[in-house]
T-cell receptor
Framework: DVKVTQSSRYLVKRTGEKVFLECVQD?????MFWYRQDPGLGLRLIYF???????EKGDIPEGYSVSREKKERFSLILESASTNQTSMYLC??????????????FGEGSRLTVL | EDKVVQSPLSLVVHEGDTVTLNCSYE??????LLWYKQEKKAPTFLFML????IEKKSGRLSSILDKKELFSILNITATQTGDSAVYLC?????????????FGKGTKLSVIP
């Protein structure tokens, strides 16, 4: 079975802190994604990566950066956390050398609270 | 702007009822439509639809796509409390948008005994 693992299920941080969210997939997928999910807004794409060291902005990249140094790992970074970044963060991965070739496989989510 | 709209946003039914969830889309370069079920954690994949009029079925769940009218429905027959979840649909684009899925806001289904 494909597994996408997010290392932190629940985090509480203070405004201004730097936050790292880690995601690892074990199926050699080319594509990896970070979404945030908020009530009433659904899933919104923050960043995605289609190859090692490659990254593309999604719909809401402001306040976030990402890193993909190895194929299996995709990190989301909040340089200076703010209260409006309190959310559920979902990592996903998929096959596809030129785009998503089928379904996305999701991790279980990281619920971040910024105080 | 690409848009996926799901209706209703929430629904409460009794066990044994049949429900129909709706998903309409307005996207350029449509490639496929996907349905996911999200309980408390990760969304899990249900169906991917690429062709009009061909029903996909898995147990009590089925789904169909209408590419002319730009919508899809997800049917659940003989609902059970375990069907309680948020159901998400997403449109997948061709070409420049082919890495991205545009998600609807979801339909929250509650099945009561």
């Amino acid at each position: 079975d494909v597994k996408v693992t997010q290392s932190s299920r629940y985090l509480v941080k203070r405004t201004g802190e730097k936050v790292f969210l880690e995601c690892v997939q074990d199926m050699d997928h080319e594509n990896m994604f970070w979404y945030r999910q908020d009530p009433g807004l659904g899933l919104r794409l923050i960043y995605f990566s289609y190859d090692v060291k490659m990254k593309e902005k999604g719909d809401i990249p402001e306040g976030y950066s990402v890193s993909r140094e190895k194929k299996e790992r995709f990190s989301l970074i909040l340089e200076s956390a703010s209260t409006n970044q309190t959310s559920m963060y979902l990592c996903a991965s998929s096959y596809g050398l030129a785009g998503v070739d089928g379904e996305l496989f999701f991790g279980e989510g990281s619920r971040l609270t910024v105080l | 702007e690409d848009k996926v709209v799901q209706s209703p946003l929430s629904l409460v039914v009794h066990e044994g009822d049949t429900v129909t969830l709706n998903c309409s889309y307005e996207v350029t370069n449509f490639r496929s439509l996907l349905w996911y079920k999200q309980e408390k954690k990760a969304p899990t994949f249900l169906f991917m639809l690429t062709s009009s009029g061909i029903e996909k079925k898995s147990g009590r769940l089925s789904s169909i796509l209408d590419k002319k009218e730009l919508f899809s429905i997800l049917n659940i027959t003989a609902t059970q409390t375990g069907d309680s979840a948020v159901y998400l649909c997403a449109a997948h684009l061709r070409g420049a948008g082919s890495y991205q899925l545009t998600f609807g806001k979801g339909t929250k289904l509650s099945v009561i005994p």
